[in-house]
């Protein structure tokens, strides 16, 4: 892969609960430039609450998140702001401005900048939609799209000020296999054409095999595995077993 | 959650329940007087260091102050009518009755106008402050927009802030002078009032210190309108029904600051 071991993302102990119940307990993974990180779970282990910490949407209880060596913990939200633009983030549920139009939405964060022309944002805004497979409905509002288009206006959104940080809550499901596979490639051409580093959260295991080069598995709160693909499909462990092979007897407590 | 935190309650004796409720009150009344305080700093600090964007802030005006227009309109027409018929039995009992036209001016520039005028705004602008913002928090729009670097202060509650702090006053200056008109309309149509002499002693000897004192006190119900709706909005709990509480909320709490906003500010502006 070529990718230099400078760390980028590094959470270290990240501790994490709402309203006295513990989501993420003593969580830590480091992440280099250009990998491809992927985080799998149960619906409900804490994937999005991950997320959510490292781009300091919400604030953990104790531990540390260093995003490019810079700690972020006890930041302020302008302080945060400083640091979120190297970072994009797609949500699990697109979260697109409603009033707004896909147009308005993809250029959202480049709406301040004077030295782009219109034309060339308008460029940039086509080029963007393209890429996800949505030429053409820069006009249409949020509602009026799939929830499938709607993810995929969403990456368009986080990608267009090219962060060197992508946070992805489940950039494929609702999606068809075909857009599917687009948006993995897309991934990970961004990964080896510019080094940008990604952390993929998802339930699709085949999926996240065939696009991390790391993968770990958050269970009961806790990161019980990091390790390459290939390694998790021979793991003894007999939790991430049942959860790579996908099966109904286990010791997963459902 | 919230069982939890009430089931200790149920064990005690019921003066300390009341009393640890009461005190439950009483810190949330100052927690949301900071929280409110504090929004309000927020959008100054964005205010000042030229935050502002113009695009939204033109939307939220028009919004705000030519959205607004037909109900404060509909409004000070029939209020500045009944006031006229009141003044005009009560200034013909006096027998001053060219007085009538002066009494209802200072009625509405001192009174009405600002307050009949922001409690519409406060039901028709707050309420929908506190849902949009509660509905873009709800369906994670704030944290999109936090996760873009964008505070969600400077570009949601300071353009709403601005739009408030200006057309509230000047609805209210518009709604003045259809509030004077009303009571015109109720002179023409009253035999016993001498519709003549109703505009004759309103140049002459009202102030303009009343109208602009009367215009500022709703400057400050228009910022109280824009804090509590984007306060609720912005604090609104994870749920959609959560955004049906904060905008009902918002009319209730925008309608009670008002008017104790306006009992302080009387004291304050109008003396002798
Ligand atoms: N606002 C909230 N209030 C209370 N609990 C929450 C809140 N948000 C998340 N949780 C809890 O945190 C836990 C983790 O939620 P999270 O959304 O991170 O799960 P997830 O791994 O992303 O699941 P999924 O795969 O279904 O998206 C869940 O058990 C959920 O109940
Ligand atoms: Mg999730």
Redesign the interface.
């Known amino acids: 892969m070529g990718q230099q071991r400078e760390p980028v993302v590094q959470v270290r102990d990240l501790t994490y609960s709402i309203?006295g119940r513990p989501i993420l307990d003593r969580v830590s993974l480091e992440t280099h430039r250009g990998e491809v990180f992927g985080v799998m779970g149960m619906s409900g282990s804490g994937k999005s609450t991950l997320l959510?910490n490292i781009?300091?949407?919400v604030r953990p209880d104790s531990g540390d998140i260093r995003i490019e060596g810079q700690s972020i913990i006890g930041l302020n939200?302008?302080e945060?702001?400083?640091v979120?633009?190297k970072?994009?983030?797609c949500?699990q549920?697109s979260?697109?401005?409603?009033?707004m139009t896909v147009r308005e939405n993809v250029l959202?964060?480049l709406r301040e900048r004077r030295d782009i022309s219109p034309s060339e944002l308008e460029r940039k805004c086509a080029e963007h939609l393209e890429i996800v497979g949505l030429a053409g409905t820069e006009d249409q509002m949020p509602a009026e799209l799939s929830g499938g288009m709607r993810k995929r206006v969403g990456i368009a959104?986080a990608l267009i000020?090219q962060p060197s940080i992508m946070l992805y809550d489940e950039p494929s499901a609702g999606l068809d296999p075909v857009m599917a596979a687009v948006i993995d490639r897309l991934i990970l051409r961004l990964s080896a054409d510019f080094g940008t580093t990604a952390i993929v959260v998802t339930h699709e295991v085949d999926e996240l095999f065939g696009l991390a080069d790391r993968v770990m598995m958050l269970y009961e709160g806790r990161a019980i595995v990091c390790d390459t693909p290939e390694a998790l499909r021979t793991s003894d462990n007999q939790v991430v077993r049942q959860f790579v092979e996908g099966a109904a007897e286990g010791p997963i407590e459902v | 959650m919230s069982l939890r935190g009430e089931s200790p309650h149920f064990s005690l004796p019921g003066g300390a329940s009341l009393l640890s409720a009461t005190g439950r009150q009483v810190i949330a009344f100052f927690s949301y007087f900071g929280e409110t305080t504090r929004l309000q700093l927020d959008i100054l600090v964005g205010l000042v260091k030229g935050r502002l964007e113009y695009k939204t802030t033109i939307a939220e005006m028009a919004f705000v102050g030519v959205a607004s227009l037909p109900v404060v309109a509909v409004t000070m027409i029939f209020s500045g009518m009944v006031i006229g018929y009141h003044m005009a039995i009560v200034t013909g009992q006096l027998g001053v009755s060219n007085y009538a036209g002066r009494v209802v001016a200072e009625t509405m520039c001192r009174e009405l106008g600002p307050v009949l005028v922001s409690i519409v705004v406060a039901a028709r602008v707050g309420s929908a402050m506190a849902a949009e913002l509660g509905t873009m928090k709800v369906t994670e729009q704030i944290d999109a927009l936090r996760a873009m670097a964008t505070s969600p202060v400077d570009y949601l509650a300071l353009p709403r802030w601005v739009a408030c702090g200006l057309m509230v006053p000047t609805l209210t200056f518009v709604g003045d002078i259809i509030g004077v008109t009303g009571g015109y309309l109720m002179a023409v149509l009253m035999p016993e009032l001498n519709a003549g002499a109703y505009w004759t002693h309103i140049p002459g000897t009202f102030e303009a210190y009343t109208l602009v004192a009367g215009i500022g006190k709703s400057a400050v119900f228009g910022i109280i309108i824009a804090i509590v709706g984007c306060h609720q909005g912005l604090t609104c709990k994870m749920a959609s029904e959560e955004v049906g509480r904060a905008t009902t909320r918002s009319v209730v709490y925008c309608i009670m600051l008002i008017y104790g906003a306006n009992l302080f500010l009387t004291a304050l502006i109008f003396r002798g």
Do not use: I, K, P, Q
Not at chain 1, 95 to 99: M, R, Y
């Open positions: 309203g959510r781009m300091g949407l939200e302008r945060l702001n400083r979120r633009v970072m994009g983030m949500f549920y979260a697109l401005f409603d009033s959202f964060g959104r000020t």
